[in-house]
Each structure stands twice: as C-alpha cells, then as structure tokens.
C-alpha cells in the first residue's frame, strides 16, 4: 500500500525523561514520555515503549518512518550506545529490546543524532507562533563542545571539554542562526549529577536543589520554597560582569544539605530558614541574569518576539519577570522545556535542517497523547467497588454535574482526551478543587497529594477573564508564567494564591479544550468563579496518569471524591467504605518506597 504521510521521529534517549515525538507531515501527530508508560518518574533507559506508543496510535510501523533523530546531553547517542555494550548501564530487559532493535547501534542513514541545545532550540522556534524572532535556551548542561558536529555552532576555540550551559539564537522563518553560547568550563567532580563548581545558572539551581532536596532535579520545588526566605539575608550565588557569569564558591555556610538517611523529617528540619534564605538567594540571582541575557537579546537583535526552552525555563517566576521586564512583545516557552521536550526538537530538526521543509505547524496545546476510546474508560471503570453515571444528554452534561459538585466542595479526578506532553497537568489529566476554599490547599495535601505544605496550588482559567483576576493581558496556555493575583480577588480565590501574591496561571482558550472550558463556565455560572484549582492526576512521586485504568487506580488509592472520565461520573460505592482499608493496604504494598522529599 502507498504510504500518504511523511513522518519523522524524534527521541530524547537513555539519560532521563526519555520521551518520543512523531511528526506526521510537520506536525505533532503524537508525543508521549517514557515515565508516563512504566510509572517511573522521569524514566531513562532504552526507548521501545515511546517509540511503541506513537508508532501504535499512528497506525504504522518503523519502516514507514523517514527519518528518526536521537539525542541524549551526555553523547552523541551512538557513541554512548558503543559504552553501553561494554558498561552495563541497562537493566537485562532493555538489553534484550535494545539489541533486537534497529535504533540501538543503527547502521540505517535514515537514523541520526543532534545535539543538545540546538534540540531544545528547535524545540521551541520550529513550534512557536512568530515567524521571526530569538531564542532563548538555558539549561543544566547540554553537549560538549568537541561533540557539537553541526556547522555554525560556534564551538571555534571552545575547550573540547567545556559544555553547554546557555544558548541564543535568532530565526527568521525556517532558517535558524546561533548568536552566542556560554559554556560550562570542565571542572572535576565526585559524582555525575552533583553540579559542583559548574558555573552555569542551571548548574548553580541544580546544585541548590540538591543542597535543599537531596536530589538535582527538585527545582520546582526550591522556586515554590523561594518566596518564603528573608529578603537578601544570603550572599548573592551567582555574579554577573560585563556578560560573564561566575560563581563563587561555597564554603562552610553551605555546611545544612538535606540528608535522606535523617531522622527528621524534611518539614521538621532545624535548617529550613536557612534553606528558604537560600533558595530566595537563587532564586533572585536566577531572575536577575535572566532578564539581563534577555534585554541583551532583545538590544543586539531588535526583535519583537521570544522563544524560551531548557530545563530553566520551567521557572515560572522568573518567567513572568522575562514577560514583564525585558521588553519582549510577545513570548512563547515551550511546554516541555525540559529534556523530555528534545524529542519535539529532534524531530524538527531533523523535519526542517536535514529535510529541508518549511515551518507550517504552531504548536498550540500541549495534549499530544492517545485519544482512548469510550470503550477503554467504560471498562477501566467496571470495577466491584465503583458506581458509574453517563452524563451526555442535552441540559445534564458532565461538565454541569462536575462543576456542581466542586461547587460543593468535593475533589475531581479529570480524565479528557490525549494526556499532556510536559511536566504539567493542563485540563486532561488533572485533579480538580475549588478555589474558593482556603482549607482545599489542606485537603488535597492531606487526601490526594502528599506535598509539603510550601508548595502552591495553580488555578486554570478560562482566557478572556484572566486579565481580570490576575495582572498581565499575556495569554499562559502551559502554567509557564507566574502572574500577581489582583487585590479584589486574593481574598475570593485563597486557595491558588501563593505566599509572595502570585498564582502558576494556566489560561484556557475553548478552541483548545472545549470541555475544560465548558467546565470553567458551568463553574462560573454557579459562583461567579471562572477558575479551578489545578493539580497533576498523581500521587507525589508518581508519574501522571495516563491510561483510563491509571486514572481508576489513583482515584482508588486516594481520598479524591469524584472521577470523570469521559462523560462518565465515578463515585466509590459502598462497598468501597467497607473495603477501603484493604484498598489501601494492598496499594502501600504496590508502591515503591519513596524518600522523604519525594
Ligand atoms: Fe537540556
């Protein structure tokens, strides 16, 4: 059979948050990351299941793919496949995929790699809303130079050793254009992931999130800690002179990190002033450097329009900043700024630089997942302890019957659609509350996710009334900007505004989920609130649901009132409340252990 499409695929291979992403004629057709798949939180390793997954939902095999484009920050991917063979870093299932796998060590032309930071700039300009513009990439560390093989990448007189740490770049239609790069000098280290003496900005956050968490990539949650510590009160971490960065080193002040093995737990830490001093440290050194790499862009090239990606630019706070104080026009981030967003990137690059079409696509939602079937959430949901409603007649729909029983109180599990590509629940795979309620912060914590008690709640919101309740007419379609909470609406909305007065906004077009939005207005037309409380379908320290029986296992296992899925409302019947203690039992036993932070 003639085959109509021209796809490309592009991995984020082996290192972490390993993801694919299937172009189908320049468009986003699929995109999946692994964790989601196994429910490992930002899985690594070999990457059958998410090639599996949007070969599957496409209908079409490897064969019928054009040209595959791979990329891991650690090595070209075919030089690290070599040390692989030798080193052992698989477990023995992989193994067994990877060397039965025409992507493992591939001696096909049509299967290439690229590397880090054009990936991630790919990722965001390739998919944005502006035909011309610069961008933007920062990250914790990217390629090394002596690995950078494509031309114009400014690697000229680079030590072979020094890495990627800050990238820019300008556009003008499908033509990209490299401006500058910093680099992270080699420095010896103890440990891989450890950050130590890179001075770099995505380095330097790294490396306080281990010093606060135990773990490099907990940097949301230092950003979320930020606004509690005392203004100033630390040395500034990072010093910015005449364009160049450095940091100083950390002496015995730095002598508090989070240990795993304490006793204490994490809350209860005699330290955690000096944490929350530091991560506000970090946090406005980081703000400070950002907005002057972005005015310098903006000065040097005069144009209008930015793009952001890499893993820093998930700081939402510092975002805003860009947003408000850099002079941009307009500004697009991608949603999947980390590493799981390379395989868009891969994709595109291999789509425009190595076959040489044009820009088409704007990547305008983020719900790049598998569409399941009625069927498979009809049956996800036939369980013993559950009882189930459809609701798609005309007058009672789901989103009048949800929105009625949040205004009551009562949490949601939310199932629509494909799931979110990113790190972020964006109305598909989301748990659900009312923003009204001050004590809803509590509840989800205490019923569903387990969090510290610092961290905030984000509010999703239907887009043409954001600007009245939070400051900015700019749209935020992926949570990516932190905006002030208006005076009149602190005190109506508590449970989304965070310490410093400002909430994660997700604003909400209908084009682009038509029930979210329907939900917002059903809500609205009960209490006068045209927004939701708007947390990831997971329990801390899992992945985000994806399957309808993932959603029906979390909803089990937690304290989540309601689940709709689909069209359909699941309650827990009553058998569930004679049965829940096992439920629950058995769902500890599952579940791996977690540490304290987790
Ligand atoms: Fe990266």
């Known amino acids: ?48 299941e998410v090639v599996d997954y949007c070969l599957q939902a496409e209908g079409i095999t490897l064969d019928d793919v054009d040209l595959v484009v791979r990329n891991c920050y650690v090595l070209p991917v075919e030089d690290l496949e070599v040390r692989m063979i030798y080193q052992g870093d698989m477990i023995d299932r992989e193994r067994a995929q990877a060397t039965k796998s025409p992507l493992y060590l591939p001696k096909s032309n049509k299967v290439m790699t690229v590397s880090h930071h054009l990936a991630h700039a790919y990722s965001a300009f390739a998919v944005c809303p502006f035909d011309e513009g610069v961008v933007m990439v920062v990250d914790g560390v990217g390629s090394y130079s002596s690995d950078i093989k494509e031309p114009g ?75 509690y510590g005392r203004p100033n009160s630390f040395r500034p971490l990072l010093e910015l002179k005449d364009g160049k960065l450095r940091v100083p080193e950390w002496d015995v002040e730095f002598n508090r990190p989070w240990t795993p093995g304490d006793d204490k737990k994490w809350e209860a830490s005699p330290a955690m002033k000096h944490w929350e001093d530091v991560a506000w440290r970090v946090q406005d050194d980081t703000e400070k450097v950002l907005i002057e790499r972005a005015r310098w862009l903006r000065e040097t090239t005069g144009a209008k329009n930015l793009c952001i990606a890499g893993g820093v630019a998930l700081n939402c706070v510092a975002n805003g900043c860009i947003v408000r104080e850099a002079g941009f026009d307009n500004v697009w981030i991608q949603p999947a700024a980390g590493d799981n967003g390379i395989a868009i990137g891969c994709a595109y690059y291999g789509h425009l630089a190595i076959q040489k079409r044009t820009r088409t696509f704007v990547m305008k939602h983020a719900l790049l997942g598998v569409d399941y079937k009625d069927n498979d959430v009809r049956n996800a949901a036939n369980r013993l302890l559950l009882s189930r409603k459809t609701f798609n007649g005309p007058g009672r729909s789901i989103c009048s019957e949800t929105a009625k029983l949040l205004s009551e109180g009562n949490v949601f599990g939310w199932f629509q659609g494909g799931s979110e590509f990113g790190p972020r629940a964006l109305g598909n795979r ?19 996710k387990f969090r510290q008690a610092f961290r905030p709640f984000a509010p999703i919101v239907r887009y043409e009334r954001a600007k009245d309740i939070f400051v900015g007419e700019d749209e935020s379609p992926f949570m990516l900007r932190a905006k002030h909470v208006r005076a009149e609406w602190k005190d109506r909305i508590p449970a989304i505004v965070h310490v410093d007065g400002t909430a994660r906004v997700q604003t909400v077009r209908r084009e682009h989920n038509e029930r979210m939005y329907d939900l917002l207005t059903e809500f609205e037309k009960l209490t006068g609130v045209p927004l939701l409380v708007n947390t990831s379908f997971n329990i801390k320290g899992e992945p985000i649901v994806e399957t309808p029986r993932d959603a029906v296992n979390c909803f089990l296992y937690t304290g989540i009132d309601y689940l709709a899925l689909h069209d359909m409302l699941v309650s827990k019947n009553v058998l569930y409340k004679i049965f829940s203690p096992f439920v629950k039992v058995y769902h500890e036993a599952m579940v791996r252990p977690r540490d304290a932070t987790d």
Not at 154 to 171: C, D, H, I, M, Q
Not at 188 to 215: K, N, P, Q, T, W
Not at 434 to 440: G, H, K, L, V
Request: with cysteine.
């Open 1 to 48: 059979m003639p085959k109509n499409h021209t796809y490309v695929l592009g991995i984020n291979a082996y290192d972490h948050d390993v993801s694919a992403c299937l172009l189908r004629d320049g468009e986003i057709a699929y995109a999946i990351e692994k964790e989601r798949i196994t429910r490992q939180k930002h899985a690594g390793g070999f990457f059958q």
């Open 153 to 227: 990448q400014l690697t000229e007189g680079v030590n072979p050793l020094a890495r990627e740490s800050e990238s820019y770049y300008k556009f003008k239609g499908s033509k990209l254009e490299t401006l500058k790069k910093v680099w992270l000098q080699p420095c010896r280290g103890l440990l891989s992931d450890e950050f130590f003496h890179m001075e770099g900005l995505g380095a330097l956050y790294s490396r306080v999130s281990c010093y606060i968490f135990a773990d490099w990539n907990k940097c949301g949650e230092v950003m979320g800690l930020a606004p």
């Open 430 to 448: 989301s748990i659900l509350a009312d923003p009204r309620r001050a004590e809803m912060k509590d509840k989800l914590n205490k019923r569903v």
